[in-house]
């Protein structure tokens, strides 16, 4: 595997904020007076450069709007939400870019593992530890590895090779909670770090299904990268709108949909199927930064699309399998859905621009006319 380990004496670095207990006591002693625990931590990751936002006390849920897009390092604006919420939890978005002593720019990301036993065997491995910071989780006795990879990377849901989810690679398009947070189950609690640089590796998929087959298990990408069925029964809760967004277009893409076909269905799932649909300018941006991600392969999803041959039919009938559309009294998306991906595939011009205009899909003319 690709790992190496930290120097010896190895500072805080472009690390995070040193503990408050051992090393890090010092760190955070002068932080502490007058403020919450939670608020110190909060103030002293951000005073590293880290992004942090509110979550809602003893919950993994924003107390912002907009959740980790509304993450700041912005010393003033993280003390100003903990003197509002001085017991509120501490949200990191993942994928944030790190600058190194050495002067390269890597990519954070966290193994985040779900089952109790791999979580268990992963954290008595000392070696381990001392390369990465590793903090355990109370709600299912899990493990979060925070370490740096050389290229990004998105949410990717892993799976052993009975097809049991084993936990998640969460980089860009999600986040995670950090100590000293509390659920009602118990507190996050560092194991090792934050107060030296963790390891970096090329690619973070590779590393997590490497590390996972040392300890016996088989693991492998599910959703995202794959294709898995998104349930679209009901409408996508703000909690999950952002990662299913993301692996609805990683996965059109992946079975060979136009990058720009694979846009226009997004923002049609969300403007129709979300409870509070994330602001048009926020989903253009991140649209933007999807279609510049590259797959495990090392494709940009322009060369998977054209790797699989793109077809309008067959992207149709892909699509279909990919969005699971349960029958519904309240409204009829399943038509409309039906009926997007018909019109998107029969276009197939990304010189177009097209717009939702009293809930059905058009195009918008050189004139600026709307045509339906």
Excluded at 56 to 66: E, I, N, V
Excluded at 88 to 112: E, M, S, Y
Excluded at 173 to 192: A, D, F, H, I
Excluded at 273 to 285: I, N, S
Aim: with cysteine; net charge neutral; charged share 25%.
């Amino acid at each position: 595997m690709e790992m190496t380990r930290p120097p010896a004496g190895a500072g805080s670095g472009s690390g995070g904020p040193a503990r408050e207990r051992g090393e890090g006591k010092s760190s955070l002693s002068g932080l502490t007076a007058g403020r919450s625990l939670l608020q110190a931590v909060a103030v002293a990751w951000a005073s590293k450069g880290w992004k942090v936002f509110p979550l809602r006390p003893h919950d993994k849920r924003p107390l912002t709007k907009r959740g980790f897009h509304d993450a700041s390092s912005d010393v003033a604006v993280v003390g100003r939400w903990w003197r509002r919420w001085p017991q509120a939890n501490i949200g990191l978005p993942g994928g944030q870019k790190r600058t190194r002593p050495d002067g390269t720019v890597v990519h954070h990301f966290v193994l985040d593992i779900d089952c109790p036993q791999v979580a268990g065997a992963l954290a008595q491995d000392r070696a381990l530890l001392q390369q990465l910071w590793a903090a355990r989780t109370p709600a299912k006795q899990g493990l979060h590895l925070h370490l740096y990879a050389r290229q990004p990377v998105g949410i990717v849901e892993l799976v052993d090779d009975k097809g049991a989810h084993l936990g998640e690679v969460r980089g860009q398009g999600g986040y995670v909670v950090l100590p000293p947070s509390r659920l009602p189950e118990g507190s996050y609690v560092w194991l090792s770090g934050p107060g030296f640089d963790p390891i970096v590796v090329d690619d973070a998929l590779r590393w997590a299904t490497e590390l996972l087959a040392q300890f016996g298990v088989q693991a492998r990408p599910e959703a995202g990268q794959q294709g898995q069925a998104v349930d679209l029964s009901q409408p996508i809760a703000v909690g999950r709108r952002d990662v299913t967004l993301f692996q609805t277009f990683r996965s059109l893409v992946a079975r060979g949909m136009a990058p720009e076909e694979a846009a226009h269905t997004v923002r049609l799932l969300n403007q129709t199927h979300t409870e509070e649909p994330l602001p048009a300018q926020e989903l253009e941006r991140q649209l933007a930064k999807w279609s510049r991600y590259t797959y495990p392969d090392g494709q940009s999803p322009s060369e998977k699309a054209r790797r699989n041959g793109h077809d309008p039919a067959a992207s149709l009938e892909d699509a279909r399998r990919l969005i699971i559309i349960g029958d519904t009294a309240t409204y009829d998306l399943a038509r409309t859905v039906d009926e997007a991906w018909e019109a998107l595939c029969a276009w197939n011009r990304p010189s177009r621009l097209f717009r939702l205009d009293n809930g059905a899909l058009a195009e918008v003319r050189e004139d600026g006319a709307i045509s339906p």
